[in-house]
């Protein structure tokens, strides 16, 4: 149930639509034509700086964030561009530079992208692929509402009417 009252603060349920881009409008995405995006405020679920723009908005509410690359996914670090073995790529065929693929590490997969392709390595950016940019988000806060004893203990939303799951 959606309080159009209930003003955002941490552990308040959001349920909203947006609209990303980048400032030098190379990159965007959008929720339009698909489910809202549901997420307990205060618990590093989102964007940091997108959440801090969030708090103290309500149901309602359409604005714009403009998040600083050390707010969002961090600066681009010159040092993950690496040299890696093709035999450790999980993506197989023909790579080409720009080509995101995932590369098998330590810690699992992970996504890189693609900077140069030779015979036996190919050199990877590991670094996010929005690292280094200024992110424009325009929100339209569908609901706010007080998350269930459940989700407090989760530490996330689960879902609009807080539907629970399996674990």
């Known amino acids: 149930m959606t309080d159009e009252t209930t003003i955002i603060g941490d552990d308040s349920v959001v349920t909203f639509h947006y609209r990303l881009r980048d400032s030098e409008q190379s990159f965007s995405e959008s929720s339009d034509g698909q489910s809202p995006v549901v997420y307990m405020h205060g618990r590093g679920n989102i964007v940091p700086g997108l959440e801090t723009e969030m708090t103290g908005k309500k149901g309602g509410d359409k ?17 993950a561009v690496q040299r890696v073995p093709l035999k450790h790529l999980n993506t197989r065929g023909p790579l080409v530079a720009g080509q995101m693929v995932a590369v098998n590490t330590r810690e699992g ?3 890189a992208r693609v900077v140069k392709v030779g015979h036996f390595n190919a050199d990877l950016d590991l670094n996010h692929p929005l690292a280094g940019k200024t992110l424009l988000f325009d929100i339209e806060i ?3 509402r007080n998350a269930t004893d459940e989700e407090r203990t989760h530490g996330h939303a689960h879902g609009p009417e807080g539907h629970g799951h399996d674990h």
């Open 109 to 111: 997969a992970r996504q």
């Open 142 to 144: 569908v609901g706010v």
């Open 63 to 79: 604005f714009t964030a403009t998040v600083a690359p050390e707010a969002a996914y961090g600066l681009r670090d010159p040092n």
